[in-house]
């Protein structure tokens, strides 16, 4: 693996080496390097692209990474990835992708995750989609992630997914049903730059009783970029659940924000919460009244709202 | 320490705040009052450099600051604490102390800090500066924020306002700490009694001029005596009644 590989997983994955537990790292469309253990496998798929990962039911303090990294200009590499998760684990699930382009063609990864999150199980899935590319390249870089999934009665889903950087054009899709007791909590962070366009669209069916959704979405449009973004709660039974979308907006980026709620019960409590809008310049004077200038206050600003 | 040449500050619609205010600002707890209107914050925010004075200069230590920014005033020792906290999504409690602090401060540091304004710092470090907080601890930490970056000169502006009378009374013993200590200067608005009895100078701000600027001992009589602000129109009615 060269210098550029490892830069990349260091960015989407934290890692300066391999890491401890299971893990199958990616690297332009075949897997380069892959370790189980006792209770996690990872298979490779015999009729498509991607991997299972089967992790076994009370599976406790273990974890997984699965980063995929993209350094061939003009290769599109498609995944398949499900993962199952047995009764009452409790896992994180590190994934991300990193492109580096480096010719005129365009670069892309389309990964397709699904969750099939046992009952009591617990995850947390953390996600990070990275671009970078030679001074020259004029290649794009795309990404269009699809996460679907599936919670079993009172399993656990946090996710933290993030694309702050580098990414040209994304379509990111994220759908989930709950059963009974189902708790999914979601924090995406997205920045946009340039020419970028981002599409995120969230929607989760609340099907079971006592079940909750939590979808925090903040955003940072730069530039001329283009973001859309599309929430929506279905509440089909007693069951609570509630999507954020901040964005601050600069340049001449432009910000679509539409969150949507459908109740089928009058047992379902649905809040909806969208605001976009410049940095408000007394959280600027503030910081810099504390010493900052205008750039590093607004720097600031943006790194802890995107944190 | 800091001295105020024929300061104005006209509005864009052409109201005066500050009419003509000429101040030399040396002692080492001063407290700007006067009633509401009277161009108090306007004041403090001209000295910050959040506003541009219309006309006038504003010497800091010998330099003249009338041109220098927010930032460049707050690196020479001026430091601010807003009557209204500002929030922020995102950033911890920790966050803005240690910006503040200019370093990343430890949570000794912290508690210290946090301690004197009847914070405990476990409690509140990791959060963040947002509308989770109550608007009376919002207005301790940006009391706490001015203590951290220890400056020659600190700006209050109403520390009283939007804290409870029962921990406003604890935060008295602060600012009377800081008097005591002698670092740095400070300049406070407030309308607090007990904050007026500490300071070594008042100044009586009204109608955008400097009604009295003098000892506590020549101001405060003649101040208290007099209903601040009080209305013409009403009063007169009043006695009419």
């Not at chain 1, 076994?56 to 699965?66: Q, R």
């Not at chain 1, 617990?122 to 990275?130: A, D, L, M, P, T």
Request: charged letters at 25%; glycine letters at 8%; one cysteine or more.
């Amino acid at each position: 693996m060269g210098t550029i590989e490892q830069n990349i997983l260091k960015e989407v994955a934290g890692l300066d080496a391999l890491p401890v537990g299971a893990y199958n790292i990616r690297t332009n469309g075949a897997s380069s390097a892959r370790n189980t253990t006792a209770n996690i496998d990872i298979v490779t798929k015999e009729d498509k692209p991607g991997i299972n990962i089967i992790i076994k039911p009370g599976t406790t303090n273990e974890s997984v990474h699965i980063p995929v990294v993209v350094s061939e200009a003009g290769l599109k590499d498609m995944v398949y990835n499900d993962f199952y998760i047995g009764e009452n684990a409790d896992v994180t699930i590190i994934a991300g992708c990193g492109i580096h382009s480096c010719g005129d063609a365009d670069s892309g990864h389309d990964g397709i995750h699904t969750f099939y999150v046992a009952k009591g199980a617990k995850v947390r899935y953390v996600e990070k989609h990275y671009g970078e590319g030679d001074a020259d390249a004029t290649g794009k870089r795309l990404m269009n992630p699809t996460t679907v999934v599936h919670l079993g009665e009172n399993a656990q889903m946090t996710m933290e997914t993030s694309q702050i950087s580098g990414i040209d054009d994304t379509l990111r899709i994220t759908e989930a049903d709950l059963a009974d007791g189902a708790k999914l909590e979601i924090h995406d962070s997205i920045m946009t730059t340039g020419e970028q366009n981002a599409d995120a669209q969230f929607t989760a069916d609340l099907n079971g009783e006592d079940c909750s959704c939590n979808i925090v979405s903040r955003t940072v449009a730069k530039g001329n970029s283009r973001q859309h973004y599309t929430s929506t709660l279905n509440g089909n039974n007693r069951c609570a659940g509630h999507t954020e979308c901040d964005s601050i907006l600069m340049d001449n980026a432009y910000v679509l924000a539409t969150p949507q709620l459908s109740a089928a019960t009058t047992e379902a409590s649905l809040i909806h919460e969208a605001a976009i809008g410049k940095i408000a310049g007394e959280q600027l004077i503030k910081l810099m009244t504390l010493g900052l200038t205008e750039e590093e206050a607004e720097e600031q600003i943006i790194s802890g709202f995107l944190k | 320490m800091l001295e105020l040449q024929d300061i104005c500050y006209e509005t864009e619609n052409g109201k005066l705040i500050l009419d003509h205010i000429n101040a030399k600002i040396e002692d080492h707890f001063v407290v700007i009052t006067g009633p509401n209107g009277s161009g108090k914050s306007t004041l403090a925010k001209v000295i910050a450099g959040i506003l541009q004075p219309s006309q006038g200069r504003i010497l800091f230590q010998g330099e003249d600051i009338t041109d220098w920014s927010i930032t460049e005033r707050a690196n020479h020792g001026i430091s601010y604490a807003f009557q209204q906290p500002v929030r922020f999504k995102g950033l911890t409690v920790r966050d803005l102390m240690s910006l503040a602090a200019g370093k990343d401060a430890s949570l000794n540091e912290l508690c210290e800090l946090l301690s004197e304004v009847g914070l405990c710092a476990k409690d509140y470090i990791q959060r963040d500066l947002d509308g989770s907080l109550s608007g009376g601890e919002l207005k301790r930490i940006e009391i706490a924020m001015a203590f951290a970056r220890n400056s020659a000169l600190t700006l209050f502006d109403e520390p009283e306002a939007g804290i409870d009378l029962w921990s406003f009374q604890k935060l008295i013993h602060v600012f009377e700490k800081m008097v005591a200590t002698n670092d740095g200067n400070i300049l406070i608005i407030s309308h607090q009694e007990r904050i007026l009895e500490i300071a070594d100078k008042i100044l009586y701000l009204k109608d955008g001029q400097v009604a009295k600027f003098d000892t506590r001992d020549q101001v405060l009589p003649e101040i208290m005596g007099v209903p601040a602000g009080a209305c013409r129109v009403l009063t007169e009615k009043m006695k009419e009644d």
